[in-house]
């Protein structure tokens, strides 16, 4: 309930600013990204590219939507800036699956690591 009135909150706030068209596309997009993350048919974290999708979401989209909101245009050279905060977060995400390694293999669950 509290996390419903959140969202309600917040999206009503996003409306009442004057967004860039950009701003919303990229909100979009990170939210497909939490939302197939977990849920059915798709289930991102135990297909094996439910990192890289996280690393993208957090590495990539987060500063282009800070950009977005700043400048309200997508500049040539935010994919060539946001890379090696990608990567970083990728090899972070990775770091911290080592210790689920071992139960991932027994129970079959598809990552990066298995």
């Known amino acids: ?30 939210f497909l990204a939490a939302f197939f993350y977990n849920m059915p048919p798709i289930e991102l974290n135990s297909s094996g590219v439910g ?13 282009a939507f800070a950009f977005s909101l700043q400048t ?9 800036t946001t890379t090696p905060i990608v990567a970083a977060t990728l090899a972070m995400i990775m770091t911290f699956e080592l210790t689920d390694y071992s139960a991932d293999e027994k129970t079959e669950k598809r990552t990066m690591m298995v």
Do not use: C, D, K, Q
């Open 72 to 80: 309200g245009e997508f500049h040539r050279l935010l994919p060539l």
């Open 1 to 30: 309930m509290f996390l419903t009135a959140t969202i309600m909150l917040a999206s009503l706030g996003l409306l009442s600013y004057n967004l860039p068209t950009l701003s919303w596309i990229i909100l979009g997009l990170s």
């Open 51 to 63: 990192e890289l999708t996280t690393a993208l979401a957090v590495g990539g989209l987060v500063p």
